[in-house]
């Protein structure tokens, strides 16, 4: 085995950017007032992928929902539009920066994480095609799951089974929603993630998306059904506390089409030198890398708080693979 100081040299030459690790300012301690509005500024004002989703559900809501009284019953007729739509947004956003950023290569290497150029072609993956095997598990399963969880809530709405408010009545409760949403998602994620490590489930679900090292735009989303059901179920949420339809589709798009982001491998979307917006983070790349770190995301820093966090540095590295001996002394790796 080689010495940790080789290792240490392999992962500096395999890092082709690094970005620092810096969880939300919102738990930052003492307060920092003005980096939290800093930080909300660039999620809600700025040209984002958090004004894209919100976008997406207005137009949405507008154009699509605004009778519901068709949806009191489980028909084909509305529920296959739905899923051709979930299909076409999972399509142009992950399709989109597929292409841009591993087809055309338009920005190179250039704020990639990654130095390897491509992704793999290997017996692990199904089709023996890591891009054929994300799309395949993203579309097939992944859109079905939240297809399915819109369908429930749009048709329990519609039957007055889920409570619900409307925007004009209660609009500082809609504003509150978008901001608290981060952190209840945040939350959710890394402790069902660290559920989905625990060997059983690892081995036999969790397993499918860690064939993912090297990931890419599809890589988000390509998970086992059962992982799926438990990735989305954060969304039960708006069956039990009152929200907005709008609300509910800016959940699932954050649940469903952020990790093709979060998964790009770049840090930021570059068109020629400019940044259109923020892509992927240092903080996940490095969990698909380490496996038993960083569970979580930036919007709560449970990973900090539950010593779970790497931050790039070696020192952090030694001690993940330490803790991953330790895991592992007394059964082989999942």
């Known amino acids: 085995m080689p010495d940790e100081t080789q290792s240490h040299s392999k992962d500096r030459e395999t890092w082709n950017h690094k970005t620092p690790v810096i969880f939300s300012p919102l738990f930052d301690w003492p307060p920092s007032p003005k980096a939290f509005v800093i930080a909300l500024t660039k999620r809600w004002v700025t040209f984002s992928r958090n004004v894209i989703f919100l976008m997406l559900a207005w137009l949405v809501y507008r154009y699509s929902l605004q009778d519901l009284s068709h949806m009191q019953s489980l028909s084909a007729d509305w529920i296959i539009p739905i899923f051709l739509r979930n299909i076409l947004f999972m399509t142009v956003i992950a399709g989109g920066l597929h292409l841009y950023l591993f087809t055309f290569r338009a920005q190179g290497k250039r704020l990639k994480y990654d130095s390897r150029e491509q992704l793999e072609k290997s017996g692990k993956f199904s089709f023996r095609n890591q891009a054929w095997d994300n799309i395949f598990w993203s579309l097939a399963s992944g859109v079905t799951t939240w297809t399915a969880y819109e369908v429930l809530y749009l048709w329990a709405l519609a039957n007055g089974v889920v409570p619900t408010f409307a925007f004009a009545d209660h609009p500082f409760v809609f504003v509150l929603w978008l901001l608290i949403l981060p952190v209840l998602t945040s939350s959710h994620f890394y402790f069902i993630h660290r559920l ?128 991953r001996k330790r895991m592992y002394r007394n059964r082989p790796p999942a």
């Not at 949420?237 to 982001?261: D, E, K, N, Q, T």
């Not at 996940?284 to 010593?307: K, S, V």
């Open 196 to 323: 989905l490590h625990w060997p059983p489930l690892y081995r036999r679900v969790h397993r499918l998306h860690h064939r993912n090292i090297q990931i890419g735009p599809w890589s988000g989303m390509s998970m086992h059904p059962i992982e799926h059901l438990i990735y989305i179920s954060s969304a039960l949420v708006h069956f039990v506390i009152p929200s907005h339809p709008v609300i509910l589709l800016v959940h699932l798009y954050s649940r469903c089409l952020g990790p093709a982001f979060s998964h790009a491998g770049f840090e930021k979307l570059l068109v020629k030198d400019t940044s259109v917006f923020d892509a992927a983070d240092f903080h996940h790349q490095l969990h698909h890398r380490f496996f038993e770190c960083n569970y979580g995301t930036l919007d709560a820093p449970w990973d900090r708080w539950c010593g779970s966090s790497h931050d790039g540095s070696d020192e952090a590295t030694v001690r993940v693979r330490e803790q």
